[in-house]
């Protein structure tokens, strides 16, 4: 009888299935510093992790790699996350139980959503890190009360009439705002002012709370 953590298909113990997931979720942290080489290594560990039985097939890798050698497959996962669909994960057949695949379905299901996650998520990073280098980078100055209150708003979507009526002011004082902080981010564009701010870590969309470096006390309006 197999102990409880060895699955009973393949004979693969839990633990190596929750490494498996571990190493890639490093994988993402590291290639975060080389994100044009993301593709070609994330296919790779996954080969490594999972020693063959599984393969991530991306369209779009680079074409020096070639064409991959031919691979039997079981059953095949796609590989998305919400409107973005980016390849396809291959799941090799078990080679003692050629009518199971070598990974449980609920694993390979669990590899597919992972690498999905970690290729949307280190997409809208090097986008975001395209953008930011057309900014100057620069340590941007102390921001008001008021001011730390409209960049909010601002980097949560709100356009210069609703900043206004949320916060009871002119739209004009709304845009003279604007200025002030777009100067001191050192942006021209309203549309750049989100970017600066989340480049210079005054503000994260995940926290309710609006986090900024404290500011000396200073007139507000």
């Known amino acids: 009888m197999l102990a409880p953590n060895v699955n009973e298909t393949t004979g693969t113990s839990l633990q190596e299935f929750t490494q498996l997931i571990v190493d890639l979720l490093s994988l993402g942290q590291t290639v975060y510093q080389q994100i044009h080489l993301v593709c070609e290594d994330l296919c790779q560990e996954v080969m490594r992790a999972t020693q063959g039985s599984a393969r991530l097939?991306?369209?779009?890798?680079?074409?020096?790699?070639?064409?991959?050698?031919?691979?039997?497959?079981?059953?095949?996962?796609?590989?998305?996350?919400?409107n973005r669909t980016y390849g396809k994960l291959d799941i090799a057949p078990d080679p003692e139980r050629p009518a199971y695949p070598a990974l449980p379905l609920s694993v390979a299901q669990l590899l597919a959503n992972t690498c999905s996650s970690l290729l949307y998520s280190l997409e809208l990073t090097a986008l975001i890190e395209g953008q930011?280098?057309?900014l100057?980078?620069?340590?941007?100055?102390?921001?008001?009360?008021?001011e730390r209150e409209v960049l909010e708003l601002i980097c949560r979507g709100n356009d210069q009439q609703a900043i206004a009526a949320q916060l009871s002011i002119a739209p004009a004082t709304v845009d003279t705002h604007r200025k002030r902080?777009?100067?001191?981010?050192?942006?021209?564009?309203?549309?750049?002012?989100p970017l600066a701010a989340f480049r210079a870590g005054l503000f994260s969309i995940l926290d309710e709370s609006f986090t900024v470096?404290?500011?000396?006390?200073?007139?507000?309006?």
């Open 132 to 134: 930011s280098q057309r």
């Open 181 to 193: 902080i777009g100067e001191k981010l050192g942006v021209h564009s309203e549309r750049d002012i």
């Open 57 to 82: 097939f991306l369209p779009y890798r680079s074409s020096s790699t070639g064409q991959p050698d031919p691979f039997p497959t079981s059953v095949s996962f796609p590989v998305q996350f919400r």
């Open 136 to 146: 100057d980078a620069q340590v941007p100055a102390h921001l008001t009360k008021r």
């Open 213 to 221: 470096t404290d500011a000396p006390p200073t007139r507000e309006d």
